[in-house]
């Protein structure tokens, strides 16, 4: 069945540093959406991407949908304490409605 | 803003107990979701509903588990006969339209003894 692969699982960085995560498909997509949850919280909507080739910014944040819509990134940029979470990246196949979720990368600041 | 709530907050079970898990989707929403996530897991979606019935569901909904819509404003999952492997934090999810954002509740937190 159709998957996706996200990785890092961890990802630690002093804060300022930058941090990026990155999702594939087994399919291709009609969408992809990302999520972050907050320790002991609830996924929240980040943004939906659609295009082929699509990238939207949001502040410090930067997501990337590729050509082929198999894969996707999020980049953030001189992390906050306020970035720290978990952020999952989930897609919608083609052929199917369901929200395929990926693993999910935490971002841990170190102290 | 308007919210998806779940009730209660955590419930605690003996193993091979019926248990059911409630949610108010957002009130003009029209499809709803289950998902569970064990403890520093990824999210796993459960099963989707639309129209007062199911339209899609992961292998994971298996006979133990069932979805009711039981009047306008619930969703229910019942899960019969608890497992220790149930054990895990549950969300429920609504949106407007398929394939739109979901909107996630707090969750329900399930301890099965």
């Known amino acids: 069945g159709q998957q996706v692969m996200q990785i890092p699982q961890y990802q630690h960085v002093q804060e300022g540093e930058d941090f990026t995560t990155y999702c594939n498909s087994s399919?291709?997509?009609?969408?992809i959406q990302w999520y972050k949850q907050r320790p002991g919280g609830h996924p929240v909507f980040l943004i939906q991407?659609?295009?082929s080739g699509e990238v939207k910014k949001q502040k410090r944040l930067t997501f990337q949908f590729g050509e082929a819509k198999k894969n996707s990134s999020l980049h953030i940029t001189a992390t906050q304490t306020t970035d720290v979470g978990t952020y999952f990246c989930a897609g919608v196949g083609d052929s199917n409605y369901q929200l395929i979720w990926g693993a999910g990368t935490k971002l841990i600041i170190k102290p | 803003e308007p919210e998806v709530t779940q009730t209660p907050s955590h419930q605690v079970t003996q193993m091979g107990q019926e248990v059911i898990l409630r949610c108010v989707p957002i009130s003009n929403h029209l499809y709803f979701y289950w998902y569970r996530q064990i403890l520093g897991q990824k999210v796993e979606f459960l099963v989707s509903f639309y129209n007062n019935e199911i339209s899609e569901k992961s292998e994971i909904f298996d006979d133990q588990f069932s979805v009711e819509r039981p009047d306008g404003s619930n969703f229910t999952l019942k899960i019969r006969s608890t497992k220790l492997e149930d054990s895990a934090m549950y969300f429920c999810?609504?949106?407007?339209?398929?394939?739109?954002?979901?909107?996630f509740g707090d969750g329900t937190r399930l301890s099965i003894l």
């Open positions: 399919t291709t997509l009609s969408n």
């Open positions: 999810a609504s949106t407007l339209w398929s394939n739109q954002p979901q909107h």
């Open positions: 991407l659609v295009k």
